[in-house]
Nanobody, 116 residues
Framework: QVQLVESGGGLVQPGGSLRLSCAAS????????MGWYRQAPGKERELVAS???????NYADSVKGRFTISRDNAKNTVYLQMNSLKPEDTAVYYC??????????WGRGSQVTVSS
């Protein structure tokens, strides 16, 4: 089992920045990749960014150039640095981990609201 705890969400004005953190615990040795998803009201959950155990990253087109995913292996933590935030980035952001068996683990979510 893997446990994921997100932090760092909140309210920010358009053009502002936030950094989300996701701390992993449990069977972390089995994790192949971690990522961030988001779900806005009335919309499906979508991938925002992901990072593999070999630090290969992938981004949704809508956030390329604005968001950066990174990891600190010593702290078992993955970060999502979000810059130049737009109102359409408003959503609940979920941390995700996938292990070597293909099992998905999810955090409880962190609300990000971009509004003036």
């Amino acid at each position: 089992q893997v446990q994921l705890v997100e932090s760092g969400g909140g309210l920010v004005q358009p053009g502002g920045s936030l950094r989300l953190s996701c701390a992993a615990s449990g069977s972390i040795f089995s994790i192949n990749a971690m990522g961030w998803y988001r779900q806005a009201p009335g919309k499906e959950r979508e991938l925002v960014a992901s990072i593999t155990s070999r630090d290969r990253t992938n981004y949704a087109d809508s956030v390329k150039g604005r968001f950066t995913i990174s990891r600190d292996n010593a702290k078992n933590t993955v970060y999502l640095q979000m810059n130049s935030l737009k109102p359409e980035d408003t959503a609940v952001y979920y941390c995700n981990a996938v292990n070597s068996m293909g099992d998905d683990y999810w955090g409880r979510g962190s609300q990000v609201t971009v509004s003036s």
